[in-house]
């Protein structure tokens, strides 16, 4: 279970996150939603400790990781994984590296072991015999699995998806979905999303949490989303420009 | 009025902030540098680029200042009739001078660029991002191996700027002046020994020092897409150029 518990932070005088409270289960897939720039981002940063926030707290099973030094921390984060919206690909290595860094880093394996290991990853990920090949040849949706199987390599208990679908045709976006909840099946490990791609969360959340303002707004699944009645929450649901959120 | 006043306080502010960041960056590479695992894979790829890729333009750079340089002052020895002088003069000065300062100039604008835009790209790309949250220290992995890079190689390079100079001078004065090679060699050798080269070696660990941690810390910092990247690759030669020519200064009226 993670707790985030009153959660804020500002970047020089803008408030950002005002009082976040949200629970995450462990072994599911909680999405969270919200508009561009309303810091989903700054939200799951906070949780995999790039940034610290300026008051409240955040539980790992009842553990404070926010008061953790950084070298502590550095531990936890391996039992995290995270998958960035630009897929951050390093560009000066291949894509076998690229899946293989995490392993060559923090385990005593072998160059073949490694291999292994990322071929099978791969194979995951759909995708096969790309091994020697460099990010910048990749198109968007294949950057996207390679950094997929890069964020399960170490079989993480936790993995964070930053924007899995945003910038991908709608094909692509469903097979990233597919995909998503293809690997979080086999191993219940838990998924958070963030994501304003409403059809991604309909498929593939078992809990929904939309933040708007800075603050948690509503929070069910996907059933009880639909049938919340927060004028907000319906105007993002729909897609509209009519409705409480203004549109400058 | 106040304006000016305020616009100066702002400007002092950034000032400290940067130095305070950079001097941090330096502490941390630092430590980081001598905790193992040391990635030596890492630091031989930056001497590469570093040191390897920026040996065409320093030969250029050498050959032509030193055969300038035995021009004029030829030109000025020659007033006095000390035209067998042109040989130390031109190797003290590429020696004590001209060896170091030039090659940092040009590694700061070719390496320390480069430098700075490679970071600034993972920076803005979150690919340093990503290897924090892959428990890798990003100092450690990016900054210390270019900081080590630029420190190790600086040397080396400035030694191969004096020496093609000296080459250089030779050729200017010997078969264009036509200065006796004995005398020109002779003179070099009595006048000129090798705490004159020693001395330029070690102001180039410190412009080796200098380029790598401006870029870095550019780099590093960088915000703001593509144009910040761009910003960041300027600025860094630009301060690293500036802190090059005001550190010579300091060196030279410190050691002399
Ligand atoms: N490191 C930072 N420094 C200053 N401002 C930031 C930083 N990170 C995010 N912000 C600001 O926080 C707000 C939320 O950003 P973000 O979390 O990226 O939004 P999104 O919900 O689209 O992911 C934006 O206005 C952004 O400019
Ligand atoms: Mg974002």
Known sequence: MIEIIGLKKSFNSKKVLDGVDLAIERGKITVIIGRSGEGKSVLIKHIIGLLRPDSGKILLDSKEITALREREFNELRKHFGMLFQGSALFDSMTVAENVGFPLKEHTGLHDDEVMKVVAEKLHRVGLVGIEGMMPADLSGGMKKRVGLARAIVMDPEIVIFDEPTTGLDPIMADSVAELMLETQRALKTTYIVITHDIQLTYKIADMVAMLHQGKIIAKGTVEDIKKNPNPVLKQFLEGSAEGPIKVY | ?256
């Open chain 2, 1 to 256: 009025m106040r304006e000016l006043l305020e616009r100066l306080g702002k400007m002092a502010g950034a000032l400290v902030t940067n130095t305070g960041l950079m001097a941090l960056m330096l502490f941390h590479a630092s430590i980081y540098a001598f905790t193992p695992p040391i990635k030596f894979r890492n630091i031989f790829k930056q001497m590469e680029f570093v040191g390897v890729k920026s040996l065409f333009v320093v030969v250029l750079t050498g050959s032509f200042t030193g055969m300038v340089l035995a021009y004029q002052s030829f030109n000025a020895l020659k007033r006095f009739g000390a035209e067998s002088l042109v040989g130390p003069t031109v190797a003290l000065s590429m020696a004590r001078e001209l060896g170091p300062v030039l090659t940092g100039l040009m590694v700061s604008g070719r390496a320390g660029s480069a430098m700075a835009t490679e970071l600034g790209t993972m920076r803005v790309t979150e690919q340093i991002d990503a290897l924090h949250t892959m428990g890798v220290n990003p100092i450690k992995h990016l900054v210390v191996p270019r900081i080590l890079a630029g420190v190790l190689m600086l040397p080396f390079l400035t030694v191969i700027t004096d020496f093609v100079g000296v080459v250089g001078g030779y050729f200017v004065g010997v078969h264009l002046l036509d200065i006796n090679p004995g005398v020109y060699m002779g003179r070099t050798m009595d006048f000129v020994n090798v705490e004159d080269l020693f001395y330029g070696l070690y102001k180039s660990i410190v412009f080796g020092l200098i380029i790598s941690l401006t870029a870095c810390y550019h780099g590093f910092y960088t915000t703001g897409g593509a144009e910040g990247v761009g910003k960041a690759a300027t600025n860094a030669v630009v301060l690293g150029c500036v802190l090059i020519l005001a550190f010579n200064y300091l060196m030279t009226s410190a050691l002399l």
